[in-house]
């Protein structure tokens, strides 16, 4: 009775241990019993959704669920938010439904997750260098960009002739650099900004 499924015939009846073989990896067939030989993409459903049937052939959006996010399946058919998880933080799955916190990584800093919810340390990299991520933690040298000129980035490691800007006119970034008359406030007025610019 348990062999009758592994042919022509194929229920959900008889997909038992003993039947989970290549012959009988049909859509009928794919029962949560048989999802570790029948790993095809006849049988690619949510019941068969495991680590054990996560594979290439098995990358699918109905299967991009969390306990299929592993490093095989990190494929942009499956960049869900509910597969954005950091074993699938790759470029290939850089895209905008995945730009979440658990994926601010290096490898996921694209123009395409440049957001404020990715917006951390580790991805203050020059791809990110906009607007939507010109925050505190990001004030690198990486991302002195006129984009990036904010008040909230005034530091001296970005008082560069880019970002001479009034919102920038601090005395941190009174350097000679930064002699403009954008800048030539009470704060400003010292040796290195005595330029004509700034009489």
């Not at 038992?16 to 990896?25: I, M, N, V, Y």
């Not at 074993?87 to 601010?104: D, G």
């Not at 560069?160 to 800048?183: A, G, N, W």
Request: aromatic share 0%.
């Amino acid at each position: 009775m348990v062999n009758s499924c592994c042919g022509s015939v194929c229920s959900e009846e008889g997909c038992g241990q003993g039947c989970c073989q290549p012959s009988c990896c049909r859509p009928s067939c794919c029962v949560s019993s048989c999802c570790r030989p029948c790993c095809r993409p006849s049988c690619c459903v949510s019941s068969c959704c495991r680590p054990s049937c996560c594979i290439s052939s098995c990358c699918r959006p109905s299967c991009c669920r969390p306990s299929c996010c592993v490093s095989s399946c990190c494929r942009p058919s499956c960049c869900r938010p509910s597969c954005c998880v950091s074993s699938c933080c790759r470029p290939s799955c850089c895209i905008s439904s995945c730009c979440r916190p658990s994926c601010c990584r290096p490898s996921c800093c694209v123009s395409s997750c440049c957001r404020p919810s990715c917006c951390r340390p580790s991805c203050c990299v020059s791809s990110c260098c906009r607007p939507s991520c010109c925050i505190s933690s990001c004030c690198r040298p990486s991302c002195c960009r006129p984009s990036c000129c904010i008040s909230s980035c005034c530091r001296p490691s970005c008082c560069r002739p880019s970002c001479c800007v009034s919102s920038c006119c601090r005395p941190q970034c009174c350097i000679s650099s930064c002699c403009r008359p954008t800048c030539c406030q009470t704060t400003c007025c010292r040796p290195a900004c005595s330029s004509s610019s700034c009489c």
